[in-house]
Structure formats: structure tokens, C-alpha cells
């Protein structure tokens, strides 16, 4: 049973990174890479926007109905909670890899989209926070 659930688990990761991708590009982003990973790490979406480059962390929750999620309701519950201080001190490190791996120097930054799903009726809501310090 666990593994069902780890299954199902990975799968709302899943979604939630694609639907993450789509918003980006509604929003004028390319997106240049996903899951770099590194055993220490790994990051979720590398897009680029204009000049800058932006490493963004996915976090999905499945909810049932998110049609019912009002404005107050949606700022009580916050996934991007879940990146906490070992988890960005992970990212920034992956991140720095990156950087000299590509030898970029320009511009960047580090953001987190909260993905909210309702997979039974195919919607999701997501809730961007841009330049969260590493």
C-alpha cells in the first residue's frame, strides 16, 4: 500500500510541475531545463525570463474541490511552507553547481510556485512567490 501511495505521490509531483511549466510560459518565461539534479539536490524548473535566469521549486498539493478554495482560504494553507532551511540550503547549493557548470554570470534568481490540483476535475490554481532568499 505504500508504494500506491508514493506512486500517487510522484504522480501530483508530476502534474504539478507540468501545470507549474505551462504558468511560466502564459507568463512570457521560456523554460531551459528541468529536474537538475544533483545528489545533493535538485532543482525543479530553470526558466528565463528576459536576461535572467530563475530556478523555481514546485510544490503540489492535491486538494478535492479547489473550485471551494476561496482567497482567505488558499493563503491558510501554503505548500511553499515546505521549503524550509535544510531544503534551500540544498537548492542554493545545486544552484551554485549550475551556475559554474554553465559558466553563467548573469542575472538570476530563485522562486517557488505552489500548485494547487484537482485531479478528478483536470484544474489547478498556482500561487507564485518570486525572489525568495536563499
Not at 531544503?87 to 554570470?105: A, N
Request: hydrophobic share 35%; charged share 35%.
Amino acid at each position: 500500500m505504500r508504494n500506491t501511495n508514493k506512486k500517487s505521490n510522484q504522480e501530483v509531483g508530476r502534474v504539478g510541475e507540468e501545470t507549474a511549466c505551462k504558468f511560466l510560459v502564459k507568463q512570457g518565461f521560456s523554460v531551459i531545463g528541468r529536474n537538475f539534479w544533483k545528489k545533493w539536490g535538485e532543482i525543479d524548473i530553470i526558466a528565463q525570463n528576459g536576461d535572467k535566469l530563475h530556478f523555481v521549486e514546485v510544490k503540489t498539493v492535491s486538494r478535492e474541490n479547489i473550485r471551494d478554495i476561496s482567497r482567505e482560504t488558499l493563503d491558510e494553507y501554503r505548500p511553499e511552507e515546505n521549503v524550509h532551511p535544510k531544503k534551500l540550503e540544498r537548492l542554493s547549493r545545486t544552484i551554485q553547481t549550475y551556475l559554474l557548470e554553465k559558466d553563467y554570470e548573469g542575472e538570476w534568481q530563485f522562486d517557488v510556485i505552489a500548485v494547487f490540483l484537482d485531479i478528478e476535475r483536470r484544474e489547478a490554481k498556482c500561487r507564485y512567490i518570486e525572489n525568495v532568499v536563499l
